[in-house]
């Protein structure tokens, strides 16, 4: 039962443009989202999340966008540096929940 | 401030053995959890451990066990190796239990197993 799917396992940019990757969920009980980076050889690290009583939140060149009725959310990140090229995993908890439920990653690669 | 370490970083066992993992967890964080991730998968959650009790689980056998000590450090210990529980084994740590609001937690560099 796959809670929280990633349906594009990877996606290229050219360096300077927009990436945007999707992450759609089927728990309505998901109230917080995260968005976590993985280089190979290193553990994820994390990089935004939202709250369910947001659809928008942005930290400098990412931003998401959360759709509560479509339950998708999506990671812009604008514009896109080499240096961003990484496996990105979408994950979701609910309140009082002790373990996120991750997505199976999106690789994306930033072409110079 | 130090932020998630984890030892070893590789390791090869054979089917059968037992393996013990180990995180220290950044500074001031309380709650620690155990993720598995399989190749090609995210990871999944195994357990989590709050003030040294384990107060979570997800769908992982008994043979999957652990334990926190009083400075928040753990250890993820797994008996009867089996092939399939080669993966990368990530620990977490997040300050707070699991009253309050969601936050989000920090990973170590993991620890690859191999079960041969």
């Known amino acids: 039962d796959q809670q929280v799917k990633q349906n594009s396992p990877s996606l290229s940019v050219q360096e300077g443009r927009i990436s945007i990757l999707n992450c759609d969920y089927t728990?309505?009980?998901?109230?917080?989202f995260l968005w976590y980076k993985k280089y190979p050889a290193e553990g994820p690290t994390f990089l935004i999340s939202?709250?369910?009583?947001?659809d928008k939140n942005e930290d400098g060149r990412f931003t998401v966008f959360l759709n509560k009725s479509a339950k998708h959310l999506s990671l812009h990140i604008v514009p896109s540096q080499p240096g961003d090229s990484a496996v990105y995993f979408c994950?979701?908890?609910?309140?009082?929940?002790?373990?996120?439920?991750f997505g199976t990653g999106t690789r994306l690669k930033v072409l110079a | 401030e130090t932020g998630v370490t984890q030892s070893p970083t590789h390791l090869i066992k054979t089917r059968g053995q037992q393996v013990t993992l180990r995180c220290s967890s950044q500074?001031?964080?309380?709650?620690v959890s155990w993720y598995q991730q399989a190749l090609g998968q995210g990871p999944q959650f195994i357990f989590q451990y709050y003030r040294e009790e384990e107060n979570g689980r997800g769908n992982f056998p008994p043979r999957f066990s652990g334990l926190q000590f009083p400075n928040y450090s753990s250890e993820l210990n797994v008996n009867a190796l089996e092939l399939d529980d080669s993966a990368l084994y990530l620990c977490?740590?997040?300050?707070?239990?699991?009253?309050?609001?969601?936050?989000?937690?920090?990973f170590g560099q993991g620890t690859r197993l191999t079960v041969v």
């Open positions: 728990n309505s009980m998901f109230d917080y």
């Open positions: 939202i709250s369910s009583i947001k």
């Open positions: 500074s001031g964080h309380n709650t």
């Open positions: 977490a740590s997040r300050p707070g239990g699991t009253g309050g609001p969601n936050t989000e937690a920090f």
């Open positions: 994950a979701a908890s609910y309140q009082g929940t002790y373990k996120y439920i």
